[in-house]
């Protein structure tokens, strides 16, 4: 089985709908480029494996959706909200539940 990484297709949006202000929304599909290659982290640890490869390429799909607002020349705020929801591949190989992952983040952007 080589390195290889997991393929992506992706399409996404943005707006503004005042100065200053961007929303965006993005959408992910990921699969492995062969049914028996590892899916990584992006440090490049292995997270799942099927050696048979029958637990197909599928890994799963990820949507997020945020905010971007410059509040002054120099502070901006930045929020967005991720949901992933896991494909065959990841449930076979994770032995998850409902193979859902979603995390919510804020962070201040600190311009000189």
Same mark, same amino acid.
């Given at each position: *089985? %080589?390195?290889?990484w997991?393929?992506?297709? &992706?399409?996404?949006?943005t707006a503004q709908? #005042?100065t200053?202000? /961007? ?11 062969e ?7 992006a ?8 050696? *048979? %490869? ?6 799963? &799909? ?6 971007? #607002?410059?509040?002054? /020349? ?6 967005g ?20 992952s ?11």
């Amino acid at each position: *089985t %080589g390195a290889r990484w997991t393929s992506c297709a &992706a399409v996404g949006f943005t707006a503004q709908p #005042a100065t200053g202000v /961007k929303v965006w929304a993005k959408g992910y599909w990921f699969w492995l480029a062969e049914s028996r290659d590892a899916w990584r982290n992006a440090g490049g640890g292995v997270l799942g494996r099927d050696l *048979t %490869g029958r637990s197909g390429r599928d890994v799963g &799909a990820e949507l997020d959706v945020g905010i971007n #607002a410059d509040l002054n /020349k120099h502070l901006g705020l930045q929020a967005g909200y991720s949901l992933f929801s896991g494909g065959d591949f990841m449930e076979s190989t994770r032995r998850t539940n409902d193979g859902l992952s979603q995390f919510l983040y804020a962070q201040f952007k600190f311009k000189f």
